[in-house]
């Protein structure tokens, strides 16, 4: 089984500021990969970041980053320069091991951006 | 590519009526997804499929919710009778099946039963 624990039910930060959402999550498996989605109004899931849980390196995506501890079970999501158009929901999720790649969300974060 | 495409983007319907969504994968995507969002329970999946073979359909909350995948590029979610209680946003999502893991979500179909 796999769960995605998001603690944060909302954060705000001003715009060009710097931000971080929290995740934290459980699983057996020992190969998974991890994600941050973006929902904005329009309801439209869109992919922010992945990681593969082999990789130590955290990976980037122009301003946005992870960091990914695999021991503490932890991926939060930092948003560099943040801007009008990032405000959304935000989801962590996990895919993982031999399987079919079955998603589990958490329970998601509203990020309000203040100009 | 036009994406994971879903019908109808909204859908209001009387309780008891029967309800079918539509999904159309991406081509070559070999694994589609069914998730519904209420603000209740979050994101949760329904069913998958895997080569259009049902996988896990655990997430199904009672007989009165189908899913069928007759090829892989048409999959549809039937719900007979509708209630109330199921009023959400129904998500497609389909996935090429293998390394790197990269899913790809239909715009949702947004079910009000009254």
Redesign the interface.
Known sequence: AQTVTQSQPEMSVQEAETVTLSCTYDTSESDY?L?W?KQPP????I?VI?Q?AYKQQNATENRFSVNFQKAAKSFSLKISDSQLGDAAMY?CAI?GGTS?????????TILTVHP | DAGVIQSPRHEVTEMGQEVTLRCKPISGHNSLFWYRQTMMRGLELLIYFNNNVPIDDSGMPEDRFSAKMPNASFSTLKIQPSEPRDSAVYFCASSRRGKPYGYTFGSGTRLTVV
Not at chain 1, 42 to 45: A, E, F, G, Y
Not at chain 1, 100 to 108: I, M, N, V
């Open positions: 990969y994600f989605y329009s309801r439209q899931m992919l992945r593969e989801f895919a079919y790649g079955k998603l589990t969300f958490g329970q998601g």
